[in-house]
């Protein structure tokens, strides 16, 4: 069929019908981000004092209440600035978050933690698989907790969102989830530690490789001594690294999926490099290499850190504000089950790992 576009001439000379209204995009997506961006502004603040939590745990729950409380933030007005915040400004983070990972360190600290990092990373991954199918938690939510679990919690689970456009109800599963035993860790891995009587060296590599979000590995190292936290954070950053190839996997997988659904034939299509590796990813790379050689200075690092922090709050304010508390009821118990089980895998792996290569 041809479709054939009748206009009056004063439209054709005026060019209003044929021509899409400059800055149309921008300005739909401006309401919405004026309210991801207020919702933000408090989470950030109320993460730094309560770094247990941090800011995108603060921002999703901050984001689900709003969305309760003024049911009419959730209008057809505000969806184009938080479909704008929940993808494009979550990919931003990941960039941003790579000008804190040095190569150098990751070269230092490798060496040494390699086999215990690879080894829970296995743990993690491979636990998701088994218990999630033994629990009945499949799709993105058992991904997104089992990414969180092995790399670096909330950080991870960005990452891996902005690769599969996971659901915004697993994104929020995956995050109670992380953020429950953040906490449980910060509070019981000191203690064990002195119980164990690990030395700082083993406690920060336990610390790095078994515990999630970058803040509670802090949290946990420092509490335990001053040598102890410098080791946990590197290990942690090291750890970090374990995004690429993490990330590019999920995406061929989805992708050929995808094909699979679309083809009923099953032929096999090759795939393009710019769908195996995505945009955010290449910028993560070259943020990390030119914090490598020097060109981003340890003055920016602080702020850099801490955009990245709000970019990634913002993200989980749209989502948050972008669902519907009954969602989130029909999973029940069974995500933190999952969670629970990764956990103490991973932890004493951890240990496992690092009895059995010596460093323990």
């Not at 080791?231 to 750890?239: G, I, M, S």
């Not at 103490?344 to 009895?355: D, K, N, P």
Request: with cysteine; glycine share 12%; hydrophobic share 50%.
């Amino acid at each position: 069929m041809v479709h054939v576009e009748v206009r009056s001439p004063a439209a054709n000379d005026a060019g209003a019908v044929s021509k899409p209204v400059p800055g149309r995009h921008f300005i739909e997506r401006v309401p919405g981000l004026l309210v991801v961006l207020a919702l933000a502004a408090v989470a950030v603040p109320l993460g730094r004092l309560v770094p247990v939590i941090g800011g995108p745990v603060f921002g999703i729950v901050l984001g689900v209440l709003a969305g309760v409380l003024v049911p009419s933030l959730r209008g057809s007005w505000s969806r184009p600035g938080y479909e704008f915040a929940s993808k494009t400004l979550l990919q931003l983070s990941i960039v941003v978050l790579g000008t804190g990972l040095s190569l150098q360190q990751v070269i230092r600290v490798g060496g040494d933690s390699l086999p215990v990092m690879l080894g829970t990373l296995a743990v993690a991954l491979g636990g998701a698989w088994l218990f999630g199918r033994m629990l009945g938690v499949r799709g993105d939510t058992q991904t997104l907790i089992g990414v969180g679990t092995a790399i670096c919690g909330a950080s991870a689970i960005a990452a891996a969102t902005a690769a599969i456009g996971a659901k915004k109800t697993s994104v929020a599963y995956a995050l109670a989830t992380i953020f429950t035993f953040n906490v449980v860790a910060v509070l019981a891995f000191p203690p064990l530690g002195h119980l164990l009587g690990l030395d700082a060296q083993a406690f920060g590599l336990w610390a790095g490789t078994a515990i999630n979000d970058t803040s509670s590995v802090v949290a946990a190292g420092y509490t335990y001594s001053q040598e102890a936290g410098d080791q946990a954070l590197v290990v942690k950053l090291t750890r970090s690294l374990m995004l690429i190839p993490i990330v590019i996997g999920l995406v061929i997988l989805k992708s050929r999926r995808e094909n699979q659904k679309h083809d009923p034939r099953n032929q096999k299509q090759k795939l393009p490099w710019r769908r195996m590796v995505p945009l955010f990813l290449v910028g993560f790379i070259l943020a990390a290499t030119l914090r490598t050689v020097g060109m981003v200075p340890q003055a920016w690092q602080e702020g850099l850190a801490l955009t990245g922090t709000f970019l990634i709050t913002c993200a989980l304010v749209a989502i948050g504000l972008s669902m519907r508390p009954g969602e989130l009821r029909q999973a029940g118990w069974r995500p933190l089950a999952l969670g629970a089980l990764l956990w103490i895998s991973v932890a004493l792996s951890s240990l496992g790992l690092q009895l059995a290569t010596g460093t323990l």
